[in-house]
């Protein structure tokens, strides 16, 4: 059974005043969460004082991007070490809006899932078709392409979760239907098993993203090959994080 995965993205949203409310009421709500692994990935300025105010519960901290190297001449960026070191266990790679609105190439988002392995961070890789992609029929083809380009070459998977949020969902309030959802989820799985093996198949857990609000939530999770959430709006709003993460049960 993989157990399932919640993760919060709150984009550049929340200045740390608020980040801290944010994560005071997600302590006193899921603090003590025992069905679901839980992360939020605020924006960089709160994640020391997320830390601070999530220590001693069970959430964890993501990051939403990072640079390849670990230090150097990169103004604007972000290393490996330096997320550890400000509380993060995991990171967001290769989201939609990095790759549509900065660009970010399939190259990279994999030396970022490297770099991130090897600085024992767990990467959250998100994969995911445009709506002309799916309206040509090639999402398939696009999801596949995605993934061997992120993590083909990478043996042990088994700290990495894969994103499956189609483009045309994000923040749109259209979501994936369960079943459209679950024909991606069970082809990445299957991608999974044919050249990873079955135990890397068996564990790896695929989350879904794209407009997830509590009342689709259920339905999503329903799915077999869905076995969690990486939520975006609905993740500023303790109550609804919270929800969300009780439908995964
Ligand atoms: P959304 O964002 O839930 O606001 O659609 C999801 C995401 O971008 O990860």
Known sequence: MRRPLVVGNWKMYTIPVR????ASSLK???GNCDWADIVVCPPFTSIAVVASELE????EIGAQNLHWEKEGAFTGEISPGMLVDAGCRWVIIGHSERRHIFGETDDAVARKVKSALESGLKPIVCLGESLRQR??????DIVKKQ???????????SRITIAYEPVWA???GRTASPTQAQDVHRFV???IFENWGHDSAAAMRILYGGSVKPDNAVDLRGQED???FLVGGASLKAGSFTAITTAVK
């Open 135 to 140: 309206d040509r029929g090639v999402t398939k």
């Open 56 to 59: 001693g519960s069970t959430i």
């Open 189 to 191: 799985r299957k991608i």
């Open 28 to 30: 006193s709500n899921l």
């Open 147 to 157: 993934l061997f380009e992120a993590i083909g070459d990478i043996r042990d998977i």
């Open 19 to 22: 980040s801290k409310e944010l």
């Open 226 to 228: 869905i076995d969690g």
């Open 170 to 172: 994000i923040g749109t």
